[in-house]
């Protein structure tokens, strides 16, 4: 049987049957891989670490949307750096409200990949008019660029290795805090915590001082093994947070959104943190 093997730690992974190997490819920034597996349907992998699967990446990406969306509530401009199977994409334009989205993908043949082998993760948002896709690394974009500011930013990153490695920098924080609106919110994909602890401090102490109120919020997806993963959370308005479950339904509602992950109860209890998480972010 072939077989994709991803090591998480020193005798600890995941492995996954390639039933099928549909793409294979050495891009100019990244090794790209997309299978088919009797379980999880089509996968893609990024440099050897599994990226996103039909069967469980309506988790992930509900929850990487919709909670700073809702949470924000007239979000009209928003930001998405990576995201190139097109999942977040997808989950934004959901919002009616939502005017302009501007995603900038460091890989178009990710974008292109995706939409050939993945086509339900984009399922027709590139070709939607208020989305625009800008080809460019994320940290320069955010450190160069002057669009209007945005009301939402979401890093849809690969991990800290690699090209993904400067979306976890204090250059691309202060380049996202200084494209935000007031009061806007900026979300992140930070690791699975039990697996990456490193990571989830090493965010809180660059990302904490660009904003007043700066916490994360968990997902668990299986694909992303190991425990719950950490989605990192930056705001000046406290009270964002801490938006009550009863306007999270009626925003939800009038958004006309029918989610198969979210729900406005689990958005408040996301950032319900475990103890050992607490832990790992206390100042010593
Ligand atoms: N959801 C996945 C996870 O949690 O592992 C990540 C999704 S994957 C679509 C991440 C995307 O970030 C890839 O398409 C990759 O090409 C893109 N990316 C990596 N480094 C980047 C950079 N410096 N600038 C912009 N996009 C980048």
Known sequence: ?????????????????IDTCLFELQTDHQH????????????????????TTERDEFIYHEMMVHVPVLAHGQATRVLIIGGGDGGILREVLKHPQVEQVVQVEIDQAVIDLCQEYLPGHSAGAFDDPRAE???????????????????????????????????????????CKRLLKPGGIFVAQNGVVFMQPDELQMTRQRLGPYFTDQSFYTVSVPTYVGGNMALAWGCDDAAKRWVDEAALAERYQRAGLTC??????????????PAFMQALLSPD
């Not at 049987?1 to 049957?17: H, I, N, R």
């Open 1 to 17: 049987m072939k077989a994709f093997t991803e090591t998480l730690s020193d005798g600890y992974g995941q492995t996954l049957s």
């Open 32 to 51: 790209l891989i997309i299978f088919q597996n009797r379980f999880f349907g089509r996968v893609m992998a990024l440099d050897g670490i599994v990226q």
């Open 133 to 175: 896709i800008v080809i460019a690394d994320g940290v320069a974009y955010v450190n160069t660029a002057t669009p209007a500011p945005f009301d939402v930013i979401i890093s849809d990153c690969t991990d800290p290795v690699g090209p993904g490695e400067v979306l976890f920098s204090s250059e691309f924080y202060a380049g």
């Open 260 to 273: 198969r992950y979210y729900t406005p109860a689990l958005h408040r209890a996301a950032f319900a943190l």
